[in-house]
């Protein structure tokens, strides 16, 4: 099992940034890649970035490419989300996941429990 707490959401005007943290715990040797998925009211939860451990890749949706930057520590277990030109089309409940690195839901099999980020205009 793998546990995952994110940390760093909080309220911001438009323009502005926030990181986001994902803490990992438990069998975190056996992650392959965490991504980050972010869910609107009354909209699906959709794939927002993605870092692979081995090799470091990562991956973006279109709409926060050039804005958004998905990192990792040295040590590997905790893995950050900095947002800049926070827009208000980016609020959401933001979740960190652990699984394959892809843009897929289905593909991760552990989640956190998700943090609230909201960007006024």
């Known amino acids: 099992q793998v546990q995952l707490v994110e940390s760093g959401g909080g309220l911001v005007q438009a323009g502005g940034s926030l990181r986001l943290s994902c803490a990992a715990s438990g069998r975190t040797f056996s992650m392959y890649a965490m991504g980050w998925f972010r869910q609107a009211p009354g909209k699906e939860r959709e794939f927002v970035a993605s870092f692979r451990w081995r090799g470091g890749s990562t991956a973006y949706a279109d709409s926060v490419k050039g804005r958004f930057t998905i990192s990792r520590d040295n040590a590997w277990e905790v893995v950050y989300l900095q947002m800049n030109s926070l827009k208000p089309e980016d609020t959401a409940v933001y979740y960190c996941?652990?699984?394959?690195?892809?843009?897929?839901?289905?593909?991760?099999?552990?989640w956190g429990q998700g943090t609230q980020v909201t960007v006024s205009s």
């Open positions: 996941a652990a699984g394959s690195g892809s843009h897929y839901m289905d593909d991760y099999d552990y």
